[in-house]
């Protein structure tokens, strides 16, 4: 089945920690997105990538980093300089030849802190 | 910077009524929107995208878009319980493929 995998669904880092989401998909899309979500809260971008080995900050990069070596992977590390990390994390994906198709979502990985 | 606002309800109807959602963006650029369903605790799926000015129709659901206005809105006729969930308004900036969402609507379907 294509789809979306995102790794681990639950996640909790100490203080002072970095941590990585695993996002993984097999749709062949060029396109890769992350997003976080708050309680009660819409999606805010993180970072995406419309290529390999390449990618661009989204509204909240600060305390985030990322990397596309491969098209199919795009993992997130939550770095200890993000200091309230607590949040609901989205990988997505989409096609990336138009902005009109629409994103494909991972199941999502919670992360809490410790 | 580009922004999508939606009113965060609770947006609260009775079961059969129709349910009225409403979405404005601030590129006025913008070529492409879509509505995404989410329940509590789950990712958000896709329910319509709209590309025109006017109406879209799908089974129970209608997307309506206005782009002098730069205003886009879902309504849902019939609503069930099992339409409650978080609507969530996607608008991709134009000239790059960042797409933005709203806050949502929290709807709730009373039986």
């Known amino acids: 089945d294509g789809g979306i995998t995102q790794s681990p669904k639950y996640l909790f880092r100490k203080e002072g920690q970095n941590v990585t989401l695993s996002c993984e998909q097999n749709?062949?899309?060029?396109?890769m997105y992350w997003y976080r979500q708050d309680p009660g809260q819409g999606l805010r971008l993180i970072y995406y990538s419309q290529i390999v080995n390449d990618f661009q900050k989204g509204d909240i990069a600060e305390g985030y980093s990322v990397s596309r070596e491969k098209k199919e992977s795009f993992p997130l590390t939550v770095t200890s300089a993000q200091k309230n990390p607590t949040a609901f994390y989205l990988c997505?994906?989409?096609?990336?030849?138009?902005?009109?198709?629409?994103?494909?979502f991972g199941s999502g990985t919670q992360l809490s802190v410790l | 910077q580009k922004e999508v606002e939606q009113n965060s309800g609770p947006l609260s109807v009775p079961e059969g009524a129709i349910a009225s959602l409403n979405c404005t963006y601030s590129?006025?650029?913008?070529?492409?929107f879509f509505w995404y369903r989410q329940y509590s605790g789950k990712s958000p799926e896709l329910i319509m995208s709209?590309?025109?000015?006017g109406d879209k129709e799908d089974g129970r659901f209608t997307a309506q878009l206005n782009k002098a206005s730069q205003y886009v809105s879902l309504l849902i006729r019939d609503s069930q319980p099992s339409d409650s969930a978080t609507y969530l308004c996607?608008?991709?900036?134009?000239?790059?493929?960042?797409?933005?969402f709203g806050t949502g609507t929290r709807l709730k379907v009373l039986a």
């Open positions: 997505a994906s989409s096609q990336g030849s138009s902005t009109n198709e629409k994103l494909f």
């Open positions: 590129d006025r650029g913008s070529q492409s």
């Open positions: 749709l062949n899309h060029d396109a």
């Open positions: 996607a608008v991709p900036t134009s000239g790059t493929y960042k797409y933005i």
């Open positions: 709209i590309y025109s000015n």
